[in-house]
């Protein structure tokens, strides 16, 4: 059972270059999340998929978009990368209901913007 | 002030101690707790949820102290494998209805031989 799988582990880009972070789960689990996280900060949402075909901001959304491909699936684009977005950032999943608070992550994208 | 506040540490313990930390949240609206623990370099994973009535998994206790906003997580007969930084999550309504987790910065043990 792999949970759930991002790629890529590592990523060096230039400013303005664009990518796209890949996440998919395993669990048929309908919500979806992609956080950042920084030195001496906790993790900060950049957006969720409560469910397949809709998304919404978090704490952070600015300069990220995604896509929620369907139910496995939930992608994060980075148009025009920005020092500033030099982070690790992880996806997970969760269930509904009562369970939602208990996160499954990913193992981390480790992006450094030049 | 940050939503949730823990000492950053590193807390340098022996093998067999006892160690305790906590955690301040500000939003007295905070429904639900818990503690991840996340090891270095790796994803964060649930260690426990905190209930009012505190609760306790072989050796870890967490305690919920609504009064003081704040939560605790207690550590006994530390273990090398218990080296970590340990995340304090806080879940609240927020008022468009939706529920939203926010995480502390982390608390970090290092558990020596």
Not at chain 1, 101 to 112: D, H, I, M, N
Not at chain 2, 28 to 34: C, H, N
Not at chain 2, 57 to 72: C, E, P, V
Not at chain 2, 83 to 98: I, K, Q
Request: glycine share 8%.
């Amino acid at each position: 059972n792999a949970g759930v799988t991002q790629t890529p582990k590592f990523q060096v880009l230039k400013t303005g270059q664009s990518m796209t972070l890949q996440c998919a789960q395993d669990m048929n689990h309908n919500s979806m999340y992609w956080y950042r996280q920084d030195p001496g900060m906790g993790l900060r949402l950049i957006y969720y998929s409560a469910s397949e075909g809709t998304t919404d901001k978090g704490e952070v959304p600015n300069g990220y978009n995604v896509s929620r491909l369907n139910k496995r699936e939930f992608s994060l684009r980075l148009e025009s990368a920005a020092p500033s977005q030099t982070s690790v950032y992880f996806c997970a999943s969760s269930e509904e209901g009562d369970l939602w608070e208990k996160l499954f992550f990913g193992s981390g994208t480790q992006l450094s913007v030049l | 002030r940050k939503e949730v506040e823990q000492d950053p540490g590193p807390f340098n313990v022996p093998e067999g101690a006892t160690v305790a930390f906590n955690c301040t949240y500000s939003n007295s609206a905070s429904q639900s707790f818990f503690w991840y623990r996340q090891d270095c370099r790796k994803e964060p994973k649930l260690l426990m949820s905190v209930y009012s009535s505190g609760n306790e998994d072989g050796r870890f206790t967490a305690q919920l102290n609504r009064a003081s906003q704040y939560i605790s997580l207690l550590i006994r007969d530390s273990k090398l494998s218990d080296s970590a930084t340990y995340l304090c999550v806080v879940s609240t309504y927020l008022d468009t209805g939706r529920r939203a987790l926010t995480f502390g910065s982390g608390t970090r043990l290092q558990v020596q031989p």
